[in-house]
């Protein structure tokens, strides 16, 4: 038992030690370039002022943060829902596939920065654009991993369903989707982050709160520690809900986490690095 | 319909054609094939690669529609993908995300069988293909043998009257291939279920079967068809010993080779 626990200890530490050095890393150059003075102050306030700020200023961000936080989930979920309904009506009928790729390609190759002002024209002020906005960014990679997915199955387990006869709609609930899961859950992934971006894109253009305004009005300010503090936070955010679906994939797909320990790891280190 | 063919037969192949549309030419793969299968009877399949024995199988299963002729199964025609069958594939096909026991059990949940019959039956096959101790491995966990077994279980699962299998042991070493033999032959023997069983080993195919159809390269014709005539009870080292397995061994390769070597 003991051996287990520390053998456990010890996984932890190796697999945490390189993205913790590195942050640290990061930190300490940041720190030595504003201590030496080799950029001025108001360019780039030092790692103790910014985290002092966090720590001064927390309610503040708090509540902004909550904002952008409430935006970018209800868009991830929103997206997440209709890609996938999208990705299994295009995957069973072909005309489906045809018709509405154009238009999905279309949709995403539009700068959503450029697209963001007409949605607060038409909807104001509130959490509606940036939610929209985030929906827009997180959809595609969500269609695109499921139908992947979707068309990876085996066709000989097709086939062998087909000779067990138990339709379409069995054959989706226990074949399809279940082998399509992998492939969704990457695309889950990289749409949180896209999400995160969604949001804080909508504030920009539009917007009396949130990170993207807290941004906007450090901007405005010349308050380079406010700045830094709202651009770590943002990461912060994102970085949560990625860890968040990542756990979600563990503990769903144990059968497929188990034969990608390593690449796991990698994943982690570029998230919080 | 034929249905004189239908009472005496498991599986009535007659008469039958497959073409394929290829971009420009016409593909015949299999010409004008008969064959006839007894119910309990073993048949094995055996032809050059890409002959179209595998397509055999699937216009049995209804999985694919002749271009010509009819396939009856068990007195009814096939007209698409039948449920009175188990199909074995050359990859185990399973799901890596059910243990071996609820990839056996897949067949009986796709067709609403009773859970507990299942269940018991389930743990009948375990027991019988050697998997005890296995059933809650996942299939990334058992060796190529083991998830074949799985693979036949599934098949077993409901007692299908008639079980096709497409080189089912092709991908195993030899050793594990003539261990899954010895094993066919007896679960063959106490399910008497009609077995139709396509391979590219002919000791295999000798060694398993009542009868031994020997196809020709594409498009495929029926070259000959030989009796096997070995006892019933079949010990594996033994009966490769004898001299009638020698015989049809070395006829059925003639055979091939002749088949092979045409042009």
Redesign the interface.
Known sequence: MDTDRTDRWRGVVERTWRPVALLAACLAIWHLITVTGMVEAYLVPSPAKTFGLLVDKWSYLWGHTWVTTYETVLGFVIAGVLGVLMAVAMVYSRTIESTAYPILLFAQVIPKIAIAPLFVVWLGFGFEPKVIVAVLMAFFPVVISTVTGLKSVDTEMLELAATMGGGPVKTFVKIRFPAALPHLFAGLKVAVTLAVTGAVVGEFVGSNEGLGYVILQANGNMDTPMLFAGLIVISLVGVLLFLLLDLAEKLMLPWHASRRGAAVTTLLAKGTA | MSTTLGTTSAVAIDDVSVRFQSKRTEVTAIQQVSIDVAPGEFVSIVGPSGCGKSTLL?LV???LKPSSGTVTLLGEQVRG???D???V?Q?A?L???RSARRNIL??A????MNSAEAGRRAGELIEMTGLSGFENA?P?ELSGGMQQRVALCRALLHQPRVLLMDEPFGALDALTREQMNVELHRVWRETGTTVLLVTHSIAESVYLANRVIVLTRRPAVVKEVIEVDLPAERDYSATMARPEFASATAHIRDLLGAVTGQD
Do not use: D, T, V, Y
């Not at chain 2, 949940?109 to 609403?112: A, D, V």
């Open positions: 699937k299963s209804g999985l993908p039948r449920h069958i188990g199909f594939f990859r096909a799901l890596e995300w897949l067949q949940e796709m067709r609403g996942l990334h």
